[in-house]
């Protein structure tokens, strides 16, 4: 076995943060290494620089022996890096063969030479195992074709070093599976793989070493089959982090009924006569592949779209055609699935996303005038009380990490002490204190009665959480099993539609 | 080289901006003064006295700025929303046509009717801009299109008008529209100058659009729907109306300004009443950094060259369309120095 890659003594710093603080790191060759780390850790700068996005103030980076220039993604790329970015970077409107071709032909070239372009693709990706249609276009593709097309750009470009940045944050778990299996097989081919991720699972199923960096240092190396999912939580964070338990206790009444629930948005049926109940005190978890509804669920529940059949009731009053403002009346409170898209304004104030739903009520406005000296207060007061580090009320939201910002919209949302809260992929994208401290109030909310609806597709999350579990395929509800019967590979099933006609609700 | 986005922006470099900009401007033009065979320093004297070196020359600035500072705040009102209005200057004509058109007929006394005729020109440069708005919100057509070729459609319109229908019989086959009654002309702020208060309803605007925008709940939805439309239609702000709401307000200040400008400064409309003000207004509105106060301080810059580049041509022969060049170019450069606002460059 040889050495493919080696890092060595990396230290980068962003002004008085230091992100990396002499880091030392080497990668065999048909080595998968996992690169495990909270948010925050360093591990995106440390492969930013590994790949020539920015240069380091101290160390090297070594590739085959061979000594990379600082900051010339071009010479990482010939020394045969790929890197595989958390965002693709893909042209939605060109055929995957364009985005795969794009910048590997010279500019003088005339005429572009698709057929023999074509040909290496596929040749590629037969023998990687990653089909493709080259003349598909990308924005007709899953999230997890898009994927496959980034890799193939990377492979197409002879990467033989391939660096994938939190390559499962936007998959659901069976793709996730299937990737990790695919990249299993490209090792065996004479790849060698690092990848980053901050989920103990997938580390342990899926690397042969890991490397835990903490605070921009590296804290341990481990051979994955030496080290226990417990051992690596307590190493990257840094103490033990247990996610808190759900007690039992009383359900109470039906609170949000659902019956035979219909949407359609732009001529499509999303949400396919979908019933379901929660109520007060009890979460109900939804599970299921990304794309098969859950949006339209969770517009629903955050009363964007109305029903097209069917009705939806909050304590036996019609909220289907509420709207936001109309369900926050009725007590509700939404916690949005993509933050910075829905959740807030990343350019206004702390204060002003603490208010934003509630502008137009008695506490925050009068004859039109915005109340600042209480909505100052206010925000103020849901910092201290929800622990969202790094703001005051002026700081612009955008400014805060993704765990505080989704601290302070889970407190916006339990200030009013609603009824009913929709949980539409709470954690998603948080490190393992964030999601411990999200699951908390959670938790306290349902203990103080609140229903709570839970979207998820963290099966460890639904399964932790939820008192019933149901589960959504191409828009249409299982009917709800009691947690406690719920497993990892009963819920995979239910979540491949395979509940049975008789199961339908 | 590489730019990095600020986690946050000084507000020093906020106020420096506009001026780096101008800076910029005048040393880019200053290359084209050269070209035209004089010095740089000279013609810039020269344009400063013209604008600001006596007493009159100060009023005739003040007159100039003072539809740029109504036509800058309705760009800049539209723009914090991404309202893209282009369509000032339609809307300015059509405020003044409109008021000429009332003002030469009304029957009530002075102050009332001037209030009168004010609204009146509002709700013109509103209606204008409310089609564009309504077309965007129902079919997605874009604004920038509608809003801009409107302009033409607008002049075309109101050279008709003034040929026809409208044309001043006194004023000897001069193609100019009747003018508004003698009660209905502003009073002048300073004696035997043009200066007159409609530059105190300028101000006034700039103050009341302040209060809406920083003080109401409506003017932190409009914000909100402008930096996160997604987000403020999840927090419950109805973007239709919110936007509808703002090409109102938008429209109307450009509207305002064409009917100040007629009551205050031309009597009657002609085609060539303004010298671009609904454009500049948006030059006017980027150097202001879209807020209400940047734009007042924004329109006395756009108005001293104005005004200044005239004299600067009688006393060196450098063409006046320079002011043109100036305003445009500062413009671009205000583009540039907002990018390095929002981003620092890294030597890596």
């Known amino acids: ?505 | 080289m590489r730019l990095e986005r600020r986690d946050a922006v000084p507000l020093a470099l906020v106020a420096a901006a506009p001026l780096a900009a101008v800076a910029a401007a005048l040393a880019l033009a200053a290359g084209l003064i050269a070209a035209a065979g004089v010095n740089p320093l000279t013609a810039y004297a020269e344009m400063l006295r013209g604008a600001l070196g006596s007493r009159l020359a100060v009023t005739e600035m003040l007159t100039r700025a003072t539809p740029l500072i109504l036509t800058g705040l309705a760009a800049a009102v539209a723009f914090r929303t991404r309202l893209w209005n282009i369509g000032g200057e339609g809307q300015f004509y059509m405020g003044a046509l409109v008021t000429a058109w009332i003002g030469h007929a009304l029957g009530l006394p002075g102050p009332m009717g001037i209030a009168l005729l004010m609204v009146c020109g509002m709700a013109t440069g509103a209606v204008l801009l409310a089609g564009p708005a309504a077309l965007r919100l129902r079919f997605g057509v874009d604004e920038v299109v509608t809003t801009l070729l409107l302009n033409f459609i607008v002049i075309l319109f109101v050279g008709l008008m003034i040929e026809g229908p409208l044309r001043d019989p006194l004023a000897f086959g001069w193609p100019q529209s009747v003018p508004v009654d003698g009660d209905y002309r502003l009073p002048d702020l300073i004696a035997r100058t043009r200066l007159h208060v409609g530059l105190l309803v300028a101000l006034t605007a700039a103050g009341i659009v302040w209060l809406i925008l920083s003080r109401t709940v409506f003017g932190v939805e409009t914000r909100a729907a402008g930096l996160n439309p997604r987000a403020a239609a999840f927090a419950g702000i109805p973007l239709p109306r919110t936007i509808l709401g703002v090409a109102l307000i938008s429209g109307a200040l450009a509207g305002l300004a064409g009917s100040v400008e007629v009551m205050g400064v031309t009597g009657g409309v002609t085609t060539t009443m303004s010298p671009g003000f609904g454009y500049a207004g948006i030059v006017v509105a980027m150097l202001a950094g879209l807020h209400p106060a940047g734009v007042v301080a924004a329109a006395l810059f756009v108005a001293t060259v104005f005004v200044g580049a005239d004299a600067m041509g009688r006393a060196t022969g450098v063409p006046s369309f320079i002011a043109d060049v100036i305003v445009a170019l500062s413009l671009l450069t205000m583009l540039v120095a907002l990018l390095f606002t929002t981003y620092r460059i890294r030597r890596s």
């Open chain 1, 1 to 505: 076995m040889t050495r493919v890659l080696e890092l060595d003594g990396i230290t980068k710093r962003f002004g008085r943060l230091t992100a990396n603080d002499g880091v030392s790191l080497h990668l065999m060759q048909g080595e998968i290494l996992a690169l495990l780390g909270e948010n925050g850790a360093g591990k995106t700068t440390l492969m930013n620089i590994l790949f020539g996005h920015y240069a380091a103030d101290a160390g090297t980076v070594r590739v085959f022996g061979q000594p990379l220039p600082p900051a010339r993604p071009r010479a990482a790329i010939a020394a045969g890096v790929g890197m595989v970015h958390q965002h693709f970077t893909l042209a939605g409107n060109l055929s995957v063969l364009d985005n795969v071709m794009l910048g590997t032909e010279p500019l003088t070239r005339l005429a572009s030479r698709r057929a023999s372009a074509r040909a290496r693709l596929l040749d590629i990706a037969n023998r990687f195992g990653l089909p493709v249609d080259p003349e598909a276009r990308v924005a007709t593709l899953s999230v997890g074709e898009r994927q496959r097309v980034e890799i193939l750009k990377a492979l197409y470009r002879d990467a033989r070093i391939l660096i994938l940045d939190e390559p499962t944050a936007v998959l659901a778990r069976p793709e996730a599976d299937r990737l990790f299996a695919t990249l299993r097989g490209m090792t065996a081919g004479g790849l060698s793989i690092i990848f980053i991720s901050h989920k103990l699972h997938e580390v342990m199923a899926a690397s042969d070493r890991v490397v835990v960096l903490r605070g921009g240092r590296m804290v341990a190396e481990r051979a994955t089959s030496a080290t226990s999912p417990a051992e690596l939580a307590e190493l990257m964070v840094g103490r033990r982090v247990d996610r808190p338990l759900r007690a039992d206790h009383r359900i109470g009444a039906p609170l949000l009924v659902a019956d035979a629930v219909s949407v359609t948005q732009g001529g499509t049926t999303r949400l396919d006569a979908a019933s379901f109940t929660v109520h007060a005190g009890e979460i109900l978890g939804i599970v299921g592949v990304s794309g098969n509804g859950q949006g339209a669920l969770g517009a629903l529940l955050s009363g964007l779209t109305p029903p097209s059949a069917g009705r939806l009731t909050l304590d036996g009053q019609d909220i289907g055609q509420a709207g936001p403002r109309g369900l926050i009346r009725a007590g509700a409170a939404r916690v949005p699935e993509d933050r910075h898209a829905e959740g807030a304004v990343g350019d206004m104030a702390v204060w002003e996303n603490a208010v934003l739903e509630r502008l137009r009520t008695p506490a925050f406005s009068s004859r039109g005038l915005v109340r600042r000296a209480a909505a100052r207060a206010h925000a103020a007061d849901l910092i201290a009380r929800f622990d969202v580090r790094g703001a005051t009320p002026d700081t612009r939201i955008r400014l805060l990490s993704g765990g505080n910002m989704q601290k302070l919209i889970l407190g916006r949302c339990l200030a009013t002490r609603p009824r009913f809260i929709l949980a539409n992929q709470p954690t998603r994208g948080l490190d393992e204190g964030a999601i411990a401290a999200v699951h908390a109030e959670l938790l306290a909310a349902r203990a103080e009665g609140a229903a709570i609806l839970l979207i998820s597709e963290e099966l460890e999350e639904a399964l932790a959480l939820s008192d019933r579990i149901q589960a959504i395929v191409r828009g249409r509800l299982s009917r709800a099993i009691p947690a406690a019967q719920a497993d990892a590979r009963r819920l995979g099933l239910m979540m491949a539609g395979a509940w049975g006609d008789a199961d339908a609700a």
